[in-house]
């Protein structure tokens, strides 16, 4: 898979302050940074993409950039630099920062992985367009990847509704004509009730490529029930990759867990025993305030022969570039590269999800 440099840009003589603030917006998002600051440069990159080019340098020309709409001071600054054929400054900082590394180790694994198979778009709690998502993970190398907004009961993410999502799936539909032979699969991030089903209308998640069960309230529920009812979900059919499965928070989330979150308990032994079983995928979710499943119950998941999926779990498009925080602890906790479901390509992937 190629190197993370998403919204890469020409020459120093040749710049496109659209490419510039896209990219500046991708390494904030890369690195966690508040919503609000990463809104001012895709909001202002996306403002440029309405304005003929002429307009743009006359307003710069004349000191009015940020009469335009979505053009701030700070924004202007990178605008005006890149007309300029330079390095924005602020960009430059940016890109020094990242030159140390998300994780060390699981190169080599990180390096065959073919797509993510969790990623959130602005349809529920996403930043961004599932275009921009789409083109972020080409960019970055990836040969497809599954778009898992969430389910209708998780309305504090926006979780789509049947209907919602049938209307995604025409969405999608465009998007791949657009970016051929880049593939966005179809999928969801679907809620386990607390019974253990499943948050979305049946025969919808069996037309889906890709369903990753989760589950996001009761976290704390007693352990025999807890495993009771993901053994429910896991046994279900549509069900192909367990989400996130202790739900812990090891650090604040913006906006949310300002504690962080403590692991949800159940038998680990009968929950991968049953993933094995049924087929049924562990993810290893790369979000650093994740870091889920903890390393004790990969290495277990491992011994227990389970396939595992590491995935970003995305709600940005630099948080696609966090697979390396995965595959860093799956090769550390010996995760064997042909058991990693999106190493695989999309035939042989879609071919395990149908059988």
Aim: charged share 25%; with cysteine.
């Amino acid at each position: 898979m190629a190197t993370s440099r998403a919204g890469n840009h020409g020459t120093e003589h040749d710049r496109d302050p659209v490419t510039d603030l896209r990219r500046i917006a991708f390494l904030l998002e890369r690195s966690l940074a508040s919503s609000y600051r990463v809104k001012a440069f895709r909001g202002a990159a996306s403002s440029l993409l309405t304005q003929k080019p002429e307009e743009i340098r006359e307003a710069a020309a004349a000191g009015k950039l940020t009469s335009l709409k979505g053009v701030g001071e700070k924004t202007a600054a990178v605008i005006d630099q890149s007309l300029a054929g330079q390095v924005p400054d602020y960009l430059a900082n940016l890109e020094q920062e990242a030159e140390t590394p998300l994780a060390t180790g699981g190169e080599e694994l990180r390096a065959a992985l073919r797509g993510d198979c969790h990623t959130h778009s602005d349809w529920s709690d996403g930043g961004s367009p599932p275009a921009e998502m789409a083109w972020t993970a080409k960019e970055l190398g990836h040969d497809y990847m599954v778009l898992t907004d969430h389910s209708p009961r998780l309305k504090v993410a926006n979780g789509l509704t049947a209907e919602r999502l049938h209307r995604q799936l025409d969405i999608i539909e465009v998007i791949n004509q657009q970016l051929t032979p880049f593939r966005v699969l179809t999928g969801i991030e679907v809620d386990i009730l607390e019974d253990g089903s499943l948050d979305q209308d049946p025969e919808l998640l069996t037309r889906l490529d890709i369903v990753v069960a989760s589950v996001h309230s009761k976290l704390a529920m007693p352990a025999k029930a807890m495993t009771r009812r993901m053994l429910t979900a896991i046994e279900n059919p549509n069900t192909d990759i367990l989400g996130h499965c202790t739900g812990r928070m090891v650090k604040p989330r913006e906006g949310r867990n300002p504690q962080g979150r403590a692991e949800s308990e159940f038998d680990a032994a009968a929950v991968f025993a049953a993933c094995q079983e049924h087929s049924t995928a562990v993810e290893i979710n790369s979000r650093p305030e994740r870091l889920d499943p903890p390393r004790r119950l990969l290495r277990q998941a491992v011994q227990a022969g389970c396939v595992f999926a590491i995935d970003t779990d995305a709600h940005a498009p630099g948080q696609l570039d966090w697979q390396i925080i995965g595959t860093s602890r799956a090769a550390e906790c010996e995760v064997p590269t042909d058991r990693v479901i999106n190493t695989w390509t999309v035939d042989e992937l879609l071919t395990w999800t149908e059988s």
